[in-house]
Nanobody
Framework: QEQLVESGGGLVQPGSYLRLSCTASRATFESYSIGWFRQAPGKEREGVAC????????YNTDIVKARFTVFRDNAKNTVYLHMYRLEPEDTAVYYC?????????????????WGQGTQVTVSS
């Protein structure tokens, strides 16, 4: 399984930008599709976005609303989640996950490897 480490979270004001990173430990990273998920206090985990092994992407449009983009850099074993125009409702712990399948998914049970999460807080 992949070892994943998220970074880039923090406390920002509404309307701000953050870039989250998900870095994997293995050189076989390019064989895994990567998903981003989040969980707010008292709420269920929800899928945010994913990127396939061929750079196909899928977004949970109810959440993203054209504000987030996901990009993978296989040379750095890293997937980025760019988050623009952040809202207080985006406050959550954000996780990345990997699954050894080429296609894109934000169905959490299909992912076998998870990072420890990074906190994003949007508040004025």
């Amino acid at each position: 399984q992949e070892q994943l480490v998220e970074s880039g979270g923090g406390l920002v004001q509404p309307g701000s930008y953050l870039r989250l990173s998900c870095t994997a430990s293995r050189a076989t990273f390019e064989s895994y599709s990567i998903g981003w998920f989040r969980q707010a206090p008292g709420k269920e985990r929800e899928g945010v976005a994913c990127v396939s092994t061929t750079d196909g992407t899928y977004y949970n449009t109810d959440i993203v609303k054209a504000r987030f983009t996901v990009f993978r850099d296989n040379a750095k074993n890293t997937v980025y989640l760019h988050m623009y125009r952040l809202e207080p409702e985006d406050t959550a712990v954000y996780y990345c996950a990997a699954r050894r399948s080429g296609d894109c998914s934000i169905s959490a049970p299909s992912f076998g490897s998870w990072g420890q999460g990074t906190q994003v807080t949007v508040s004025s």
